[in-house]
């Protein structure tokens, strides 16, 4: 079912970023990127690495920088690509951003280039660019980063997971070849130590314990603030043991594989099981504390852009899901119960494409759909239609065929408001609506 959403300023807003207070360990890579920016006409620069390794908060300083405020002025836009799964949508998220006006008669993307082409500097930060990199159609963002990267005014900065930048651009990489190298030692012992001030406990940098747990997590920014925030509430010693009993059970799943990413992983399911425990001590309704926000945060951004970037092969993709699912499964369970967003609609359609975890997946689903009233409608249909897949696939016919009656009396209570305009609905929908109903009463008679 195709769906045109319109990608609006507030939802590029919403998915921007904050300015990461905490900040060690980077300063000779900013002010390298800082000063070829400064000093060069026109720079393209790739920040690379895996999840959570700190590319988006390089960015971020990058652009807080005075010599970059500087030169480019007011001209310094900061795009979340993670909403933006394709050519179309990065162009119309671009002209959004930078507050262009489609004039009648001009497509988006005349008018972004006769923007871009212009004399004043420009630098574009595309943040989380592995999502539209890694759509179906790669080659129409890759001519379209061409073109944006040949305009002689605009520099360009990606944040990317991954080694290599998008296409034949001459990428210059910051950190070298393979990406943002982790933290060093002594800056993950400071910036643990500022993530946790403030708490009941207070930790000194030069603590054994402190030691051997940041050795553990190896240098993976995520990982420390995530727990440098759990040793605000814990002892140190508590969370070494709780490590080494996570850290344990990772490794008997997977295996010995990249120990950073087992730190990331590690550090996210002690996190959740924390902040699980919390939640059911607390009772269902108070669902936020202090504090546990911004973790929660996190760990949504790193899984959403981790479902957006399976690999295409399918044993990997399964393996790689599958290690990671009961974590996913908890952390939109916080989500969705907490507010609305889109994002959390276009995870669950994604997921509905692995039958295996439907069982998981339906509750999730209908807790979603608790918030309908602040669902477009086509959202809201296609939501109904999962939910009708997903129990027509476990055999609950019935429940299957009350969602489609649903659908229908929605459907028609809308046309009979909009007296006939079909807009809102596009006729992929209805069409898919009918076959939809159609393929639940064959099922069920
Ligand atoms: N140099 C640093 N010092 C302290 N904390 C950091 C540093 N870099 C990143 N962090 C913290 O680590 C977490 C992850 O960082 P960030 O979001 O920048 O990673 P990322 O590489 O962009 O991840 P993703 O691939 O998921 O987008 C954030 O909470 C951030 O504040
Ligand atoms: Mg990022």
């Known amino acids: 079912m195709l769906i045109f959403q319109r990608i609006n300023q507030g939802d590029l807003l919403l998915q921007t970023s904050q300015f990461p207070a905490v900040f060690t360990g ?3 890579l900013v002010k390298e990127a800082v000063s ?5 006409n026109q ?8 999840g959570g390794i700190g590319k988006t908060s390089v960015a971020l300083h990058v652009m807080q920088n005075l010599l970059i405020k500087e030169k480019f002025a007011e001209r310094c836009y900061f795009i979340s690509c993670g909403m933006l799964p394709d050519a ?12 262009l006006q489609v004039a009648q008669g001009k497509g988006p993307l005349d008018v972004l280039l006769a923007y871009l082409k212009g004399d004043q500097k420009v630098m574009l930060i595309l943040d989380n660019f592995e999502t539209p990199w890694n759509s179906k159609g790669q080659t129409e963002v890759k001519n379209l980063m061409e073109d944006i990267c040949s305009a002689k005014s605009v520099s360009v900065i990606v944040t990317m997971r991954g080694t290599d930048g998008p296409g034949q651009i001459k990428w210059h990489k910051l950190g070298g070849q393979s990406g943002l190298p982790a933290l060093e030692l002594s800056a993950a012992k400071e910036a643990f130590c500022s993530f946790s001030s403030n708490g009941e406990y207070t930790i000194k940098e030069e603590d054994p314990i402190l030691e051997k747990l940041l050795i553990q997590i190896d240098g993976m920014p995520l990982a420390i603030m995530l727990i440098g925030e759990l040793a605000k509430e814990l002892p140190l ?22 120990n950073r990413l087992a730190s990331i992983e590690v550090s996210i399911q ?21 504090g546990t ?8 951004n790193f899984y959403e852009s981790f479902i957006d970037n399976l690999p295409q092969d399918s044993i990997a993709r399964d393996n790689q899901l599958e290690q990671h699912i009961g974590n996913i499964f908890k952390i939109l369970e916080i989500q969705i119960k907490r507010s609305f967003e889109k994002s959390h609609t276009k995870v669950l359609r994604k997921l509905c494409n692995y039958t295996k975890y439907y069982p998981g997946l339906l509750p999730l689903v209908e807790k979603h759909l608790e918030w309908k009233s602040q669902m477009i ?22 429940k299957a065929i009350e969602v489609i009656n649903c659908v229908e009396e929605l459907y028609k209570s809308q046309i009979n408001e909009e007296a006939g305009n079909l807009n809102v609905i596009t006729s992929t929908s209805s069409i898919s609506m009918n076959n939809t109903i159609e393929r639940t009463q064959a099922k069920c008679y």
């Open 88 to 99: 179309i949508n990065l162009i119309q998220g671009l002209v959004q951003a930078i507050g």
């Open 293 to 300: 926000e911004h973790l929660e945060d996190q760990i949504w």
């Open 26 to 28: 980077r300063t000779n």
């Open 237 to 258: 010693n508590d969370l070494m043991e709780m490590w080494n009993i996570q850290k344990a059970a990772v490794l008997q799943k997977i295996g010995e594989q990249d």
């Open 377 to 398: 409608l086509s959202d809201q249909t296609e939501m109904m239609f999962l939910q009708e897949s997903i129990l027509s696939f476990m055999g609950e016919y019935g």
């Open 43 to 50: 720079v393209h620069i790739a920040i690379l690495g895996a």
């Open 270 to 290: 002690l996190t959740l099981n924390i902040l699980g425990e919390k939640l059911s001590a607390t009772g269902e309704d108070v669902l936020v504390f202090q």
């Open 36 to 40: 070829i920016l400064y000093e060069t």
